[in-house]
Nanobody, 124 residues
Framework: QVQLVESGGGLMQAGGSLRLSCAASGRTSSTSNSYAMGWFRRAPGKEREFVAAITWWNGSRYYADSVKGRFTISRDNAKNTVYLQMNSLKPEDTAVYYC??????????????WGPGTQVTVSS
């Protein structure tokens, strides 16, 4: 089992920045080599959508078009932590953000482990 815990959410004005963190614990060896860590979000009344992902074996990064150029995903292998730096925030970024670990894809179905989520609210 792998446990994921997000932190760093909150309320921010449009144009501001936030950094989310996702700390992994437990059988974190299962998150190395062939796995990826991803961020997804769910806005009120909408489906959970892909935001960004980073692969553990070579650090390749993937982004949704809606956040490309504004969000940056990174990792600290020594700390088993993944970050999501969010800049130029927009009201439409308001959502619960979830960290996930699993096989890389843009579908939540391939991620086996999920954190409880952290709320990000962007005011206009």
């Amino acid at each position: 089992q792998v446990q994921l815990v997000e932190s760093g959410g909150g309320l921010m004005q449009a144009g501001g920045s936030l950094r989310l963190s996702c700390a992994a614990s437990g059988r974190t060896s299962s998150t190395s080599n062939s796995y990826a860590m991803g961020w997804f979000r769910r806005a009120p009344g909408k489906e959970r959508e892909f935001v960004a992902a980073i692969t553990w074996w070579n650090g390749s990064r993937y982004y949704a078009d809606s956040v490309k150029g504004r969000f940056t995903i990174s990792r600290d292998n020594a700390k088993n932590t993944v970050y999501l730096q969010m800049n130029s925030l927009k009201p439409e970024d308001t959502a619960v953000y979830y960290c996930a670990a699993g096989i890389y894809s843009k579908s939540p179905a391939t991620y086996a482990y999920w954190g409880p989520g952290t709320q990000v609210t962007v005011s206009s």
